[in-house]
């Protein structure tokens, strides 16, 4: 049974720094895309950075440069270091993984998810 655990979210004033993890259990890892994902209030879900199977990474035009998803080399947990973070960042932050080869930022090419993390950036 795949199973996803979040990690590392809170509280920051705007400038600051937070780094995620999300730990894997119960699946074939390196066949996997795994990616971090967003939803604020009121918004649809949105991919923030997302890495496949074949290792390519992507990251949203809103985050790049700022944030960096890497991940351990079991590929059992998946991290996302947020620097220079901004209010506008404020979101509850999913982890997601997929058997499939597609990755991208599109909340549809994932099938299992975390339960979530609070980040919340201040001004």
């Known amino acids: 049974q795949v199973e996803l655990v979040e990690s590392g979210g809170g509280s920051v004033q705007a400038g600051g720094s937070l780094r995620l993890s999300c730990a894997a259990y119960?699946?074939?890892?390196?066949?996997?895309?795994m990616g971090w994902f967003r939803q604020a209030p009121g918004k649809e879900r949105e991919g923030v950075a997302t890495?496949?199977?074949?290792?390519?990474?992507s990251y949203a035009d809103s985050v790049k440069g700022r944030f960096t998803i890497s991940q351990n080399n079991a590929k059992t947990t998946l991290y996302l270091q947020m620097n220079s973070l901004k209010p506008e960042d404020t979101a509850m932050y999913y982890c997601?993984?997929?058997?499939?080869?597609?990755?991208?930022?599109?909340?549809?090419?994932?099938?299992?998810w975390g339960q979530g993390t609070q980040v919340t950036v201040s001004s």
């Open positions: 997601a993984a997929d058997p499939g080869d597609g990755g991208g930022l599109s909340p549809s090419n994932f099938g299992y």
């Open positions: 119960g699946y074939s890892y390196s066949s996997y895309s």
């Open positions: 890495i496949d199977s074949s290792g390519t990474i």
